[in-house]
């Protein structure tokens, strides 16, 4: 321990169940011996109620100039609106266009132990879907048009943002194992290229950065038939790459055959500055009832460990997880949370840490 680097890392609890789970993944860390100094920041609807504003620019500067890493609970509350409708509370468009975070890294992995509501999960599951995460239609964010007759939001995809996150996907998949079910380092393109020139421009990029990787399988699926074959086929997928709308949708389809949105972490990565947190939102009717699983907010805590380069420690976490599943420590009720509540749940994955 004394010969790794003290890493600075800033943590934002968020709202709704987001301040427990962030507890919990710290506690992980403690006990896992991860040299980390950890700072408090605001941000999130509470803040947003209290200040007029969900992240200060103080904060903000200080995340870019400050911390090497920042662990973020979930944001928002369904009540805490923008007067076009919108929620006021969330903080992606500010970190991620704040950050230039451009890669929005989602892993999906059915653990061993954990239900899936597939009636075969062979030969398994564990895929990562790459989500551009600064342009696409979310760019429109806050900057819709319109009338009470119509209503338009803007797609756009630019080369730089296209070829940066297309080629950090084909990195990515040179450092996996490749798809579970032939071993092969693929990278899938999914588009809608057959409908909307943006996308038909997207594929095409995908084209000219993967001719780079010849030792990586280029692969493409149109978004409808993606949401199908993550379904039926999930063992075929390596690294999916797409655009920022349908990365979010497709990581819950991808969440919901592994057990649900407690179990998916994600990585908000950019060339200066990254981000990491659950892909769910505060699910503020639980919110201080000890039911919520922490078993994202963890993984988030070890997909930041290692992109700090400690990736011993990381491995360490995921392996704990695994075997705090497997075991039977952490059991899923129907509605997602843990038997035992969130407590039960985090001291199962700390007694696994020694195997």
Not at 57 to 73: A, F, H, M, S, W
Not at 102 to 108: L, M
Not at 131 to 148: K, Q
């Amino acid at each position: 321990m004394g010969t790794r680097p003290q890493f600075s890392i800033a943590l934002i609890p968020g709202d709704g169940i987001g301040p427990e789970l962030v507890e919990s993944a710290v506690e992980v860390l403690r006990a896992a011996s991860a040299d980390l100094h950890f700072t408090t920041e605001d941000g999130g609807a509470g803040t947003f109620r209290r200040t007029g504003t969900a992240l200060s620019p103080e904060v903000l500067q200080r995340i870019r100039n400050t911390y090497d890493g920042v662990l973020k609970g979930p944001v928002g509350l369904p009540d805490v609106r923008h007067p076009d409708g919108t929620e006021a509370g969330v903080l992606g468009g500010i970190l991620r266009g704040g950050l230039d975070t451009y890669a929005n890294v989602r892993p999906i992995t059915l653990l061993p132990g954990a239900a899936t509501p597939l009636r075969s999960a062979e030969p398994g599951i564990d895929y990562v879907i790459v989500r551009e995460n600064t342009e696409g239609l979310y760019l429109s964010r806050g900057r819709g048009v319109g009338n009470d007759r119509a209503v338009a939001d803007q797609l756009l995809m630019t080369r730089e943002g296209t070829e940066r996150v297309v080629r950090f996907a084909f990195e990515l998949a040179r450092r996996r194992g490749g798809a579970p079910a032939d071993r092969v380092r693929r990278v899938t393109c999914v588009d809608k290229s057959n409908v909307l020139r943006s996308f038909a421009f997207f594929r095409a990029v995908f084209d000219e950065i993967a001719d780079e990787y010849p030792d990586i399988e280029r692969d493409y699926r149109y978004a409808d038939a993606a949401g199908h074959d993550l379904v039926a086929d999930p063992g075929h997928f390596d690294v999916l790459v797409m655009e920022n709308f349908l990365g979010d949708i497709l990581s819950d389809v991808g969440a919901a055959t592994v057990g649900g949105l407690g179990m998916c972490p994600s990585g908000n990565i950019g060339d200066h500055a990254a981000y990491f947190e659950p892909i769910h939102g505060s699910a503020p009717a639980i919110a201080g009832q000890d039911k919520a699983n922490p078993t994202s907010q963890i993984l988030a805590a070890a997909l930041m460990l290692e992109h700090l380069g400690d990736r011993s420690t990381a491995a360490r976490i995921k392996d704990a997880v695994a075997r705090a599943y497997r075991r039977g420590g952490i059991r899923l009720l129907p509605n997602g949370c843990p038997e035992g509540g969130t407590e039960a749940a985090t001291r199962a994955v700390i007694d696994a840490l020694d195997g």
